[in-house]
Every structure is written in C-alpha cells, then in structure tokens.
C-alpha cells in the first residue's frame, strides 16, 4: 500500500526542498533539491593537522600556530563544510524547526567528506555530543545523535550513545565569547561507563565547531575515562 501510495502523494503534494523551496526531484539526497546539495560549502585542505582549520598555504600534516601554543585534548577534528548560506540554513531547519528528515543527507555528508581527514578504520565507536535532558525534552531530538547514527551506519562503526552525559544544563555557546564558551561548559560531562571508554579510540560527532570548546571538554571527560584516543568531526565549521 505504502508503495503506490508514495508516488501519488508526491504528485497532490510534491515534496519541496526546505531551503529554496522548489520541488525536489528524487536524486538520493531527499529532502534537499540536487542544487541546495551541490551548493553545500564543502571545505577543502589545506587543514591544520590537529584542530582541522582551514590554513591558506599550510603544508600537510602541519599543525597551526594556535595548536602549536595550546593544544587541544583532541588527536584531531575535522569539519566538513562551512557554516554559512545553506549549510546554515539546514543546521537551523533541522535544530530549530524540527525538519529531522535533513539529518539523513546532512549525515550522508558526514560520511562521505568526513572520511578523508579522519582514520575511519582505526574507530571503535561514534560518540554524539549530549544534551541535558531538559533541552533534550523541549526538542524531542538530538542533532547530534541523529547525524552519528547516519554516520555509524555508513561507516559501520558502533554508535554509542548511553557513553557521555550532560551533568548540568549550559547556556547556548553561540551567546558567548571564547573565554565563555570554555567556562560554560568545564564540568557539564562525564562519561557514564568508563570502562567502555577504557582503550578505544572515539570519534566524537556534533553538528556545528566553534572554537572547540564543547569538543574538547567532550574529549577530554573520554581520555580521562581511559580513552586511547579521541577525534573529532563536525558537520559545519564557524570560519
């Protein structure tokens, strides 16, 4: 029944794409159109080795002046597009407006780009950002758990999701500076079972890198569990 049904729905309701809202030809990226996808903007090397920052000029495999001064807790992050023009405008359909069917292709992306910059062999689990239960109930989603689940599925990785937990609620990072964001989340994880933590390398997922704040406390909470290492990778990047 689902079967016919589907393809006459599209004809009364033809399914539009929620950032141009033109009609979406089925291409395998659904809900977005086949232009909305294309026009993602992907970021490409070259990166800094550890932090994953687009550095004009920098040779492969060298970390920037930042990572050379403090380096962060994680081995490596990478984000796979820009956080602008519709790579923004997905992230806020999908956080924001509850357009949960865009973490399939945004997830699909993740897979598909993130795979260059990270060792998707050496991975023992995919491990989504938390949010505090009362954020969790207000949205009845996470971004987050939903883009890892694409990911785990397509990379084949095992998706934990029970593994970090968010103690204590945090105000929203884009609100505050960089001294703030650090601050506003020190102590606001910690990992539930250590022991599954103990000797893994994790891939720690979230939908939008700032300064790494959040990323790096995630990270840090899992090698204090024992972790042997952690990275991490971001669907948008904050140039």
């Known amino acids: 029944m689902i079967a016919w049904l589907a393809p006459l729905l599209d004809l009364v309701f033809p399914p539009l794409c929620p950032l141009c809202e033109r009609r979406v030809d089925r291409h395998g990226h659904d809900p ?3 232009g909305c ?14 932090c994953g920052r687009p ?24 984000a796979v597009a820009a ?8 992230i806020h359909q999908l956080k924001f407006r509850g357009r949960v069917a865009l973490a399939r292709p945004l997830g699909d992306l993740l897979a598909e780009e993130g795979g260059a910059g990270v060792p998707v062999e050496a991975i ?15 949205r009845g989603f996470n971004q987050a758990e939903l883009l890892a689940a694409r990911l785990a599925r397509r990379w084949r990785r095992p998706l934990l999701t029970r593994l970090l937990v ?12 960089e001294a703030e964001r650090r601050r506003n989340v020190t102590g606001a994880f910690r990992a539930r079972d250590p022991a599954a933590a103990a000797g893994r390398h994790l891939l720690v997922v979230d939908d939008v890198l700032t300064t790494g704040s959040t990323l790096g ?3 840090r ?11 991490v990778l971001a669907l948008a990047r904050v140039e």
């Open 166 to 177: 968010r103690t204590r609620p945090t105000r929203p990072q884009s609100e505050l500076d």
């Open 37 to 50: 996808w294309a026009a993602l903007p992907r970021l490409r090397p070259p990166f800094c080795a550890r």
């Open 217 to 219: 406390e995630c990270s």
């Open 124 to 138: 023992d689990g995919i491990v989504p950002v938390p949010l505090h239960p009362r954020r969790l109930a207000e």
């Open 83 to 90: 956080y602008r023009d519709g790579m923004r405008e997905a």
């Open 221 to 231: 909470v899992l090698l204090a569990a024992g972790a042997r290492a952690v990275g």
């Open 55 to 78: 550095v004009p000029g920098l040779p492969p495999a060298e970390v920037c002046e930042a990572c050379r001064r403090a380096p962060p807790p994680f081995a490596y992050a990478r």
């Open 32 to 34: 977005l159109c086949a």
